[in-house]
């Protein structure tokens, strides 16, 4: 079983700076990629950043230049540092990552989701 689990959400004023934590535990072979979505009230959930195996990096127009990605591999852990904040980033921000895991019929691909946090960027 995999699991993850996030933390660093939080109320912030515009312009300021958070970072979230994603760390995955559990039986990994490996982790294909990781990442970040966030869902809005009323909106449908969107890809925010997510990192790959190989080390490319995807990042949503929306938060190029303000948000970066980067890993702990020893760890399993991804963050996201967020700065120059808006009141449009606020959001539910849900950890992803697709996992190679051991079965008994040979390894196979798994997504998983974090429980999500909670990001407000208001004054």
């Known amino acids: 079983q995999v699991q993850l689990v996030e933390s660093g959400g939080g109320l912030v004023q515009p312009g300021g700076s958070l970072r979230l934590s994603c760390a995955a535990s559990g039986s990994i072979l490996s982790i294909n990629a990781m990442g970040w979505y966030r869902q809005a009230p009323g909106k449908q959930r969107e890809l925010v950043a997510a990192i790959f195996s190989g080390g490319s990096t995807n990042y949503a127009d929306s938060v190029k230049g303000r948000f970066a990605l980067s890993t702990e591999n020893a760890k399993n852990t991804v963050y996201l540092q967020m700065n120059s904040l808006k009141p449009e980033d606020t959001a539910v921000y849900y950890c992803?990552?697709?996992?190679?895991?051991?079965?008994?019929?040979?390894?196979?691909?798994?997504?998983?989701w974090g429980q999500g946090t909670q990001v407000t960027v208001s004054s």
């Open positions: 992803y990552a697709e996992i190679t895991t051991p079965g008994f019929m040979g390894a196979r691909n798994n997504d998983y």
